[in-house]
């Protein structure tokens, strides 16, 4: 998935017109910027990528989430449906907006169950958020169905699979608002940046505008523009969009690398009788950058983990065990361990995550490994460790 294993000449010259102006800021500055407007490109770039309406660039995935449900006006009280599987940065924009993160299960996509999302709706429901962890989609078709019903927002997580498509379109511009994250892990990476799309103008102007202090940004003097509501600063420099700019054009180029490696390993576990893959949803397909599949057991997933650490494989994670990843490490938010006070609705509805059965998410979640996929194997690196993997693998007995 790593974006940054491959920086190189293209990056360091995007970063270089800008350090030749001078002009670090994204608005204004209009006469010495020497035409650079990197913040810009790489939103046109996107809009025509992603095949949507608008881009707005913002300063990380996490921002995208937050500035793509304050656009969308999602406030105190509204109920949010995340998955159990994702990053902390789910809940943490969730709450910076003082609206209630509730948790469901996942299921064998490793994304949101519909059906469980379908039993979690209430009438405080505002958002539906599926995350596309490690590279694959949830059934969105499923989870518009029910939006629709409901009169409910699709929020995208599309943080660690750009690139993928569902039903031919791309992820992130399937639903009302799509989060990308350019940090400097992801696929491909701004240092630290993310971005929101959409197709909605209205949600657009928010974003744009509530990203920037509530800047209208009518007019060509930064200091006289009027501010129609409150915002805040989540501004990108021109410098991190400035790499962007140069890894967006070569991300066709990672997600074929991803996909070549992806396909060599899969193709040797699956002469292991005993893994299954993930299942991605009819119309989907991955941007490849994890392989994931499941053990017969957690015993074995486990013991699957170790023996593939010890022959040297690196990059197999075991997120049931993960600080980051994984329901049963958030202590922070299900003791709603915050430096100050949150909302009283956050206190009032914040389910007792202690009390809840997510004995599904359990049962995929605790079988499953996900191998990162690297852009920067050689060929027989890679089918060495196709090899070394299915030998692991295959040699694992209950
Ligand atoms: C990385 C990531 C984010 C947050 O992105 P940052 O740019 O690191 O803030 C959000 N969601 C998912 C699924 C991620 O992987």
Not at 5 to 28: I, P, T
Not at 91 to 111: K, N, Q, R, S, Y
Not at 282 to 300: A, H, Q, R
Request: proline share 3%; with cysteine; charged share 25%.
């Amino acid at each position: 998935m790593p974006g940054f294993e491959l920086f190189g000449a293209k990056e360091k010259a995007q970063v270089n017109d800008v350090l030749n102006s001078g002009v670090l800021m994204r608005y204004g500055f209009n006469g010495v910027r020497k035409g650079h407007w990197k913040a810009k490109t790489l939103e046109k770039a996107l809009e025509k990528r992603m095949k949507c309406g608008y881009a707005h660039v913002v300063s990380s995935g996490t921002a995208a989430l937050t500035v793509a449900m304050a656009s969308a006006g999602v406030s105190t009280g509204d109920e949010v449906i995340m998955p159990t599987f994702t990053f902390v940065a789910t809940f943490e924009a969730i709450l910076a907006l003082g609206a209630v993160p509730i948790m469901v299960d996942v299921d064998d996509t490793l994304t949101l169950d519909p059906t469980a999302v379908a039993k979690a709706i209430t009438k405080r429901t505002k958002v539906i958020m599926p995350v596309h962890m490690c590279g694959s989609m949830a059934d969105l078709d499923a989870l518009k169905v029910l939006c629709k019903k409901h009169s409910l927002l699709l929020i995208e997580d599309a943080c660690q699979a750009i690139g993928g498509s569902y039903n031919g379109k791309p992820l992130g511009s399937y639903g009302d608002l799509g989060c990308f994250s350019f940090d400097y892990v992801k696929t491909i990476t701004c240092g630290e940046g993310g971005a929101v799309i959409t197709n909605n103008q209205d949600y657009y102007a928010h974003a744009e505008q509530y990203s920037d202090h509530g800047h209208d940004h009518i007019g060509k003097d930064r200091g006289a523009e009027a501010h129609p509501f409150l915002g805040y600063n989540y501004r990108i420099s021109e410098l991190n969009a400035a790499v962007g700019v140069a890894q967006l054009k070569r991300l066709d180029k990672f997600l074929d690398i991803q996909k070549y490696n992806y396909t060599v390993l899969r193709k040797a576990l699956e002469k292991v009788p005993q893994i299954t893959f993930r299942r991605v949803p009819k119309g989907g397909v991955e941007n490849y950058s994890f392989l994931s599949f499941y053990m017969p057991t957690e015993d074995l997933a486990k013991k699957a983990t170790e023996a593939l650490a010890k022959a040297g494989v690196d990059g197999c994670f075991y997120w049931y065990d993960n600080n980051w990843h994984y329901h049963r490490k958030w202590e922070h938010l299900k003791d709603l361990k915050s430096l100050g006070y949150l909302p009283n609705k956050v206190y009032d509805q914040l389910p007792n995550y202690y009390k809840s059965d997510f004995s599904k998410s359990d049962h995929w979640v605790g079988r499953n490994i996900s191998c990162l996929i690297k852009l920067g194997w050689s060929k027989s690196e890679v089918r060495k460790r196709a090899e070394t993997m299915a030998g692991v693998l295959g040699a694992i007995d209950q």
